[in-house]
């Protein structure tokens, strides 16, 4: 579609500084905007890029008024930038009504008002889905589950027996929820698997990245807290409890038995081990190795993760070590001629 630069300042209700004829078809980043693109810069410090750009208008803050380019002042450059991308690239999935022909619904299976199930979606017996609930393609929800109104579940989506999932959770394609936790028992020299007879509990507005795996607890429930966000390919043991509004980024592992209070939020590749408590919104950086409980809103970075206070001393230290190398080999070599000095005068 395509937009003056005027009709943009309409609908984002912008300040415009600039010809309000020009075209605008496309919008994106700095780095790839061309001719007929608008972009967005929401700090002066991009003036520079700015500069170099080819991009036919900016998207700016107030204050920030660059040279050479048309504008848009905006008081909240991002939520107005993706209101452009959506008239620009508007939404074209086309919603299929009701439960498709190809689909496998289980005759015992209760379906709310208003949901929508596409081909090859498998929904097991037992199952109970609240209204307005979309389940897309290749989705396996297995016997007993029960899901609240407004989910989606993308394709490929697997729902073991007796996941229980909450009003709003966006659950994407390839996560898996339910499956058996990693524990076993030596028995006669073998690995037998412990008991696995609990579920998956996910709160109301839980959003579940691409790939994530969620056990099942040993007994209960694990269990993901409201309004928690999980990025892609993320992985939670059995019997964990995951508190309200956790950001949990990309390729996060937590054993099993681990706790998490509120609004807790951990860098990509965090470890924990199991049988620890991380406290209220306690930060973990990234690729830190949890080995230990955390208490409330502490920052924990590094492998092992210790107090950012305690790990920045550390990195110093461990910047120093070069130099340090290099004067103790001075050391040495003085040492050593001085012995050899020594030796000669007593001779």
Not at 188 to 213: R, S, Y
């Amino acid at each position: 579609m395509k937009f003056t630069l005027g009709d943009l300042a309409k609908l984002v209700d912008g300040q415009l500084e600039g010809p309000g004829e020009i075209s605008i078809e496309g919008a994106t980043i700095i780095r790839d905007a061309g001719p007929g693109d608008i972009t967005l810069a929401d700090n002066p410090k991009l003036a520079e890029s700015l500069a170099s750009s080819e991009a036919s208008a900016v998207l700016v803050p107030a204050g920030f008024r660059p040279a050479g380019i048309p504008s848009l002042t905006v008081e909240d450059v991002h939520a107005s930038f993706a209101k452009i991308i959506s008239a620009l690239r508007p939404h074209r999935s086309v919603k299929a009504v009701g439960v498709s022909a190809a689909a496998h619904v289980s005759r015992s299976a209760e379906l709310g008002a208003n949901v929508v199930v596409h081909p090859g979606a498998v929904i097991g017996d037992g199952v109970r889905i609240g209204t307005g609930c979309e389940i897309h393609s290749g989705v396996q929800v297995m016997a007993g589950c029960t899901l609240g109104a407004g989910v989606t579940l993308f394709p490929k989506v697997v729902l073991y027996e007796h996941t229980v999932v909450g009003d709003r959770v966006l659950i994407h394609a390839g996560a898996v929820l339910g499956a058996y936790g990693f524990g076993y028992e030596m028995q006669e020299g073998k690995h037998q698997v412990c008991a696995q007879l609990g579920h998956v509990v996910i709160e109301d507005d839980v959003e579940i990245g691409a790939n994530t795996t969620i056990d099942r607890g040993t007994y209960g429930a694990t269990t993901i807290g409201q309004g928690t966000k999980i990025d892609n390919q993320v992985m939670i043991g059995h019997n964990c409890r995951i508190g309200r509004h956790n950001l949990l980024c990309s390729q996060v592992g937590i054993a099993g038995s681990c706790t998490t209070g509120d609004y807790v939020v951990m860098g990509g590749q965090v470890g924990l081990r199991d049988h620890i408590d991380i406290g209220h919104r306690v930060l973990i950086g990234a690729k830190s190795g949890v080995m230990r409980s955390i208490p409330d809103g502490e920052v924990h970075l590094g492998m092992p993760a210790t107090p950012e206070r305690e790990q920045m001393v550390k990195q110093a230290a461990w910047a120093k070590l070069p130099e340090m190398r290099r004067q103790f080999k001075i050391l040495q070599r003085q040492v050593q001629e001085l012995g050899e000095q020594l030796a000669r005068d007593a001779a």
